[in-house]
């Protein structure tokens, strides 16, 4: 026997099982999603500090990197700042929520409602692409504000393109790390760790300050080949295929981490 | 044939749960009807959570079927819980959320809509209408349990699962929750809860199920199992005043040796 839709949010209908006293409908996958979102956008808007520090850094970089602007170009600093931002994004702010929730239960609560597991997590993946558009965003804002970085419209949309590609290395590695460790704090100083490790050996191996191994392998970490695709996006015309093999590396990295992150990933500490 | 009144709103046939080689619940069944307070003892780690967990969806169970409402909890998972209202052990509410925003989400997911006007209705029914405002870790204890009992029957389950739900509860706020759990089964709500409180099992469940080391070894109505098992010398053993109680019965049943 069908059920009957009793409401505009009640769409899914279910044949009952022989002798159930009453049908029961099932809300819409849309109406559940649409309230995870808006719940997970409320909570990063409250942990707004956090949020702002994470933007913090990069736009300091593309401030105090205003004189290295004739030496390097405008769209290697803003790269710089972009890829940092993504790791801050990716391996603090998403890999610590998640680990915290998880410790609170909160994902378990959620699994014992209607909601489909892929609706719990894309809710918070969905608010992490929201905060990478915003941070890119004020990076281009800052970098023409106090900089003069002006880049082509192409330059612009291409650039916010790749941050979101390469965000998702960030995210799908901060998934692995969640998954891989359950404690919080241990799962925090890991973040940092792996966060630092990308800062100190990317930037300072790139600029050729750790000799031409250290070079060459940041070249090919997941820190290089996303600042590598987010320099190319922002200046189309250097995009070569060497910026191609980086955009393929990225993909591949954010493949492994995804499968890696979804393989090991527990929803509670118990289990 | 069934009726809608008597048909079961969990059904738990043959569980078997193991942790590796740990065969932590044995061949389990029971049923629980509508308009029922059941109750699920045990001593630390004989099993009730587990069986719980099994019942939520949240575990696969190594054997057996559970049907929530009719609705196989491993084959129609999302139609199962939305039969279903949770209050988990832990209060697992964003701690960011206000009150009303926790509301305004669950109900989103059960797919309950709710005007305004329903809204606070809710928070006043929970005595909460002057904190409707407040982040949920700013509540207390007892205010976190209303809200959390609130969100488990927002959408009116069927089955109600709670899992220790007065752990930690003044007497004030522990009675409360009973009256409120014997108004969600005037309503006809079936309610299954676990808890180590002998006193809260007697004083509000229709029905029990002791159940030690995976197994379920008596399951009758509270007076039932202390008239059918008064006579034991482990149970007169445990006996403490005299006068044979729940908590005896089930210390002469389970052992009175403490479990990790």
Known sequence: MP??????????????????PAPRTLPSTAAVFSALLRADLTT??????????VVLLPVVIVISWKALIDKVGGAFILSNAITLGLNAIGLMGYTNSIARDREKEIFQRLRVAPAPNWTIMGSRLTVQLIMITLMTAIIFIVGYQYDHIVLSFTGYIGGLLMA?????VYLALGQAIVGRIINPETVNATSRLIYIAFIMIGMFGELGMLGDFVDHAVKYSPYGTVKSIVSGALTPATWTAETSLALAITLGYTALFAFLGI???KWSTRS | MNTSHDYPVLQVEGLNIYYGNFHAVRNVSFEVRPGEIFGLLGPNGAGKTSTLSAAEGLLKPSAGTIRVAGYDIAKQPLYARACLGVQLQATSFQPELTLTEIIQLYAGIYGVT???NELEAILRDIKLQDHAGKRFGQLSGGQQQRVSLVIATIHDPKLVLMDEPTTGL??????QLWERIEAMRDKGHGIVLTTHSMEEAEAVCDRIAIIDHGQIITIDSPQAIIDNNRDRPEVIRASRKGKITLEDVFIGLTGAEVRA
């Open chain 1, 3 to 20: 059920s009957t839709i009793s409401s505009p949010a009640l769409t899914a209908t279910a044949t009952a099982p022989a002798l159930l």
């Open chain 1, 44 to 53: 990063q808007w409250r942990n707004r500090r956090a949020s702002i520090m």
């Open chain 1, 164 to 168: 979101i590609v390469g965000g998702a």
């Open chain 1, 263 to 265: 393989r090991w990933f």
């Open chain 2, 114 to 116: 709710l005007v305004q």
């Open chain 2, 170 to 175: 003044d007497p004030q706020s522990r009675r």
